[in-house]
Every structure is written in structure tokens, then in C-alpha cells.
């Protein structure tokens, strides 16, 4: 077996996470893995470093402390203001080789999947994409890598002896938050940025950066299925009425009767409200992993059958075209309702 | 001016609702599995195939896996694609994603220069989207990822493309070759050509390669070149849910719903 460019021996026992940032504000999904990574370098008794790429970023690194992280290692350059992944492979790369951290962790964003994908090849070690969970087993201080595949049908646990970083990607939403603790000091670590801009060979012509709703975090969540044919606007009322957001499975976003970051399960997103209201979706598992995390399902369909009853706390056999507009005529009425 | 010639890595996966995992064995049971080419792959061979109508040049369909693959890929062809090159021998079996894009970046440097190499966002199987850019590292070519739109300038020898950002986009531009991933569902993938699928099926379209043909050093390929292993196997649990009926007229498990949302979004 071909080595990774360190092994066991010359790894450092510290767990390293990528933190993500755009337009200086930290993604969620790197608090998340803070939090998840932080719980792993406690029982093991290691140190947490995350590490932060940017320009003009390192206000960041107070923040950071806060959630938890002990050392950050900070790349603060003019041309690390943009992702490029010419620029952001280089940097991370030399930046782990002097860290040789034992576990990297990066969110499974377009950018730090590229970012992965790019880094565990030029590192000869393995990637395990996309996990569900992660934890440490003491016995041989290994990762245990939790992903699902097919669908989300079948999980797999994924160890890795003797290449290092141990290096997995996380999804949004898959790892809660931790709290903040404003008074936490860390250490700051600067590493040196050897950039030229001949090194960067991707040029951005053009560059949208839109807001977006984060279905990962709405206390509503209202997803239809092909069963609501088409019919969003009735589901984005009900929506309304409960401070929610609407989500869809994948035959309508494919039929384009909604957006595809609203699209829920294995390859959309996944959600954690506090109720989820699925209309006319049979629940096929690669939906149901989408909403495995939500406090109580509600489920609607005219199909006795649907299998998405079986994933569901409250089940109603009934049409949702009948059953979503009394439901919005009845909250209506009882508007001194105050939704949390 | 000049053709263009892509290359398009192509997966085979079971229909995902027929994999299940064996209790006894605790292996992937796929006796049940139908294949077919994997959706996000037919939106990249869509996207290489009107480049082809555009500037000509050749596609070719890579694929890493068991000889049965060849009919399912043969459909490629049958869309327009050019060739097949399959991949297979008995040690890629148990490839990772490391010896995975090695062996694909192996065959890809075997079939010839090419301009771009296109990719689906992931494998419906799988689903790690981490060989488009493993493929590109491997290579040492630039990389387009999550694309929409793409187009080329030959005199240039620029690729030019429209990549997917969260709540945006950003045109992107790099110099020819590069590895160009498709982001799912942004083409409607062509319809076999029934007028080409007679010879799409002769034989002389497939050229399948091994190891040694690849001249791939054992060392990287299969389960031999994979630093992960997977320690256990089990089909996913599910959270327990109550599955409490409601009964009544809409008007009555509205009311219903209407308690039960106060309950549960109040505390």
C-alpha cells in the first residue's frame, strides 16, 4: 500500500478542523464541527485547533476560542480574500503538513469538498465523504467514520490505521451547535502564506453570493411531495402562518416547481425543526433521512400505504388539498396563538 | 479550428431501492439491485455530448467496474458518445476514493489528450463527490466543480463555466484540461439515438482494460491502494416514530393539528 506522505508514528494527537468562512462570518456548519470536534479531543484528551483561511479574517479567531477551539491556525492573505482552489489546496496543504494533525475535519460544502477531494490525493491518505457521525475509539486512537449510502438504506462504519490526517467530511446540519463562551482564550498561530498569483491559475470572472434560507435550522419545516402537485403556494401559506419554511422531495424540484436548495434528505438537506409537516410524500429513505431529526413528524397522505407512516408520530389518510387549507383556516382562527 | 475531445467517467449503481444488507452476512446484498448509468453521470454525459454537437471532436465513456457494466454503458454510445473504455480487473475490487481516482486518472492518461473531463456531482451509490476533484489532483489539472453551464474558447484554450454557489453562483475560468463536475439535474440528458444504437451494441465498441493494460501500480489500485476500511455494515436504524392515526373530517384533524402544534411549538 502506497504511504501517506506522515503516518502514526509522526502524526500529532490534535484534531483539526476546517473553518469555512464567507465574507468574514464563520458557516455554521464549521461551529458544528467545532462542537462535534471538540467533544472528540475532550475524550481523548487532545487539543482542538481549527484552521482559518481568509483576508482580513483573523478577528475570526476570537470566535473560535469562544466555540471551543484551543490553538487556530491562521492563513491571512489578499489572495485568500476569494476561494480559489489552486490557492486554498496549497495553503491547507502546507499548513497540515506542519501541523500533522491525526484527524481533519472539513464541512461538506461545494468548496471544502473540492477542497477534500483535492487535499487527501496530493496527502495520499483516505477521505470518508459526507458522514452521519463521527467518534474517536480510544483502542488504537482511531476515528470511527459513520456514513450512509444507497440512499441511506445501509450504514457503513469506516476506520483508517495507518494514514493520517484521518479525514472526513460533515454535512450542514448533521452535528448541533455548541455555546459559546465569550472569556475563552486560545492560541493564535500564524502560518505563512508563500502565494503569487501565478500560482493561481482559476481566474473568477464573475462572482453571486445570494442569501439563503437555512432549512438546516427553521423550527417549521412544511415539504411537499409530488402528491402536492405543484401546489407550493398553499404550502408556503401554512408556512407563514407558523414561522416555517417550506421544503420539497426530489421529483418536484426536478419537475421545477421549487428551488433545489429546498430539496430535503440524503442529497438535499438535512433538517432538525421542531415539527415537520410532510405532505403527500410516500417517504422514500433517501427523503426520511432528511427529517430524521425532527422533534415529531406530521404526515399526510391519501395513500393508507404510504411508507413515510411508519417515520411518522401523527399520520393522517387523508388529501391534502382538503386537509392543508382547513389547517390554515383553523390557525387563522385561532390567532392568539403565539408561535415560538 | 480544432476539436474538442472530453472524456466522461461514468459509474454503473444498483436502482437504490433494491440494496439491501444481508442480517447473516452483514454484506451488500444486490440480487435483488437493477442497475443503470448513474442519473448524475447522464446529466455530464449530456453536457459533454452538446459541446461535441457544438465543436465536434470526440466523447469518450470511462468506467471503472465488472464487465457487466458494458451493456448499461453501451447506452452511452447509443446517446452519441464515441467509445467505451471499461475498466475492469479483479484487484480494482474494494477501490476507496484514493484508488478509485487513481485508476480512472490511469485510464483517462491511456486513452489520449483530452480537453475536458467531465464528472457527475456524485454517485447515487456512493454519493462521496469527492472524484471529480481527487481526479483533477491525480492528473494535475485544473477543476471546474458543480457546473450548470459550461462553455470552451479553443483559440484560447480556456474552459469557461457556471458554477453553483450557495444562494448564488460564480463563472469560473481555467486553462484547458480541466475536470468539470455537473451539478445534478441541470440538463435533460438526451434520448438513445435509435438510428445509432444497432452499432452502439456491435461489438468494437467497448475496449476493456486491466491492471497491467493500465500498466497501474498494484501498490495504489483496488483494495490494496484504499487507506480506509470498513469495519461494519449494517442497514440504518430509524428513529422510532408513534404513528398515531387522526382521525376525522379535514375540519376536525385540523383542529387536532392545531392543539398539536400549539403544544409543540410553545414549550
Known amino acids: 500500500m502506497v504511504a501517506s506522505l506522515y503516518g502514526v508514528q509522526e502524526e500529532c494527537k490534535v484534531i483539526w478542523v476546517y473553518m469555512e468562512q464567507e465574507g468574514g462570518t464563520l458557516e455554521n456548519v464549521s461551529l458544528e464541527l467545532l462542537h462535534k470536534g471538540r467533544e472528540m479531543a475532550d475524550q481523548m484528551k487532545w487539543q482542538l485547533a481549527g484552521l482559518l483561511l481568509g483576508s482580513g479574517v483573523a478577528d475570526l479567531a476570537e470566535k473560535a476560542f469562544a466555540y471551543g477551539v484551543d490553538e487556530v491556525w491562521l492563513a491571512d492573505h489578499p489572495l485568500l480574500d476569494c476561494f480559489t482552489i489552486d490557492a486554498y489546496a496549497r495553503v491547507v496543504f502546507q499548513a497540515i503538513m506542519d501541523g500533522k494533525p491525526s484527524v481533519f475535519l472539513l464541512p461538506a460544502t461545494p468548496n471544502s469538498r473540492d477542497l477534500a477531494g483535492r487535499l487527501a490525493v496530493r496527502l495520499r491518505t483516505g477521505l470518508n465523504a459526507d458522514c452521519t457521525d463521527l467518534h474517536m475509539n480510544p483502542e488504537g486512537e482511531l476515528m470511527v467514520s459513520e456514513v450512509s449510502g444507497f440512499g441511506g438504506g445501509v450504514l457503513a462504519l469506516i476506520e483508517m490505521r495507518r494514514h493520517r490526517p484521518q479525514m472526513a467530511t460533515v454535512r450542514p446540519g448533521v452535528f448541533s451547535q455548541g455555546e459559546a463562551e465569550a472569556n475563552r482564550k486560545g492560541k493564535l498561530i500564524r502560518v505563512t502564506v508563500g502565494l503569487t498569483e501565478d500560482m493561481i491559475q482559476t481566474r473568477i470572472v464573475k462572482r453571486v453570493i445570494g442569501k439563503e434560507v437555512d432549512l438546516t435550522r427553521v423550527p417549521v419545516l412544511i415539504a411537499g411531495g409530488r402528491g402536492v402537485e405543484g401546489d407550493f403556494k398553499m404550502l408556503k401559506e401554512l408556512a407563514d402562518l407558523l414561522d416555517g419554511e417550506i421544503g420539497a422531495t426530489r421529483p418536484p424540484v426536478d419537475e421545477g416547481y421549487i428551488e433545489r436548495e429546498r430539496q430535503i434528505g440524503q442529497t438535499g438537506m438535512v433538517c432538525s425543526p421542531k415539527v415537520a409537516i410532510c405532505c403527500a410524500i410516500s417517504g422514500a429513505f433517501h427523503f426520511v433521512v432528511g427529517i430524521e431529526k425532527a422533534g415529531i413528524v406530521i404526515a399526510i397522505n391519501s395513500d393508507p400505504e404510504a411508507p413515510l407512516f411508519e417515520y411518522s408520530d401523527y399520520c393522517i389518510i387523508g388529501d391534502v388539498h382538503q386537509i392543508i387549507p382547513a389547517l390554515i383556516t383553523a390557525l387563522q382562527e385561532a390567532q392568539e396563538i403565539s408561535y415560538a | ?267
Request: glycine share 8%; proline share 6%; with cysteine.
Open chain 2, 1 to 267: 479550428m480544432r476539436e474538442l475531445h472530453t472524456v466522461v467517467c461514468v459509474k454503473v449503481v444498483p436502482k437504490p431501492e433494491a440494496v439491501r444488507v444481508d442480517p447473516s452476512t452483514h454484506l451488500l446484498d444486490r440480487s435483488n439491485a437493477r442497475a443503470e448509468i448513474n442519473p448524475p453521470d447522464m446529466n455530464a454525459l449530456e453536457m459533454a455530448l452538446a459541446l461535441k454537437d457544438q465543436y465536434g471532436g470526440r466523447v469518450y465513456i470511462v468506467s471503472m467496474g465488472p464487465p457487466y457494466f458494458e451493456p448499461y454503458l453501451r447506452v452511452g454510445v447509443a446517446m452519441g458518445a464515441d467509445h467505451i473504455y471499461l475498466l475492469s480487473d479483479r484487484a480494482f475490487a474494494g477501490a476507496d476514493t484514493l484508488a478509485t481516482t487513481y485508476t480512472l486518472a490511469q485510464g483517462i492518461r491511456k486513452i489520449g489528450p483530452f480537453d475536458l473531463i467531465f464528472c457527475g456531482e456524485e454517485s447515487s451509490d456512493g454519493a462521496t463527490g469527492q472524484v471529480p476533484s481527487g481526479l483533477a489532483e491525480w492528473l494535475d489539472i485544473a477543476q471546474l466543480t458543480l457546473l450548470t453551464e459550461v462553455d470552451v474558447d479553443l483559440a484560447c484554450n480556456i474552459a469557461r463555466g457556471r458554477r453553483r454557489l450557495k444562494g448564488g453562483y460564480e463563472i469560473l475560468e481555467v486553462q484547458l484540461p480541466s475536470v468539470v463536475s455537473v451539478k445534478t439535474a441541470c440538463n435533460e440528458p438526451r434520448f438513445m439515438d435509435y438510428h445509432i444504437k444497432s452499432w452502439a451494441f456491435d461489438e468494437g465498441r467497448v475496449t476493456l482494460w486491466d491492471a497491467a493494460d493500465l500498466q497501474a501500480d498494484p501498490e495504489c489500485i483496488g483494495l490494496a491502494g484504499s487507506p480506509t476500511t470498513v469495519s461494519e455494515l449494517a442497514e440504518a436504524p430509524l428513529r422510532e416514530r408513534m404513528r398515531q392515526f387522526l382521525q376525522g373530517t379535514p375540519e376536525e384533524t385540523a383542529r387536532q393539528l392545531v392543539n398539536l402544534l400549539k403544544e409543540k411549538l410553545l414549550t
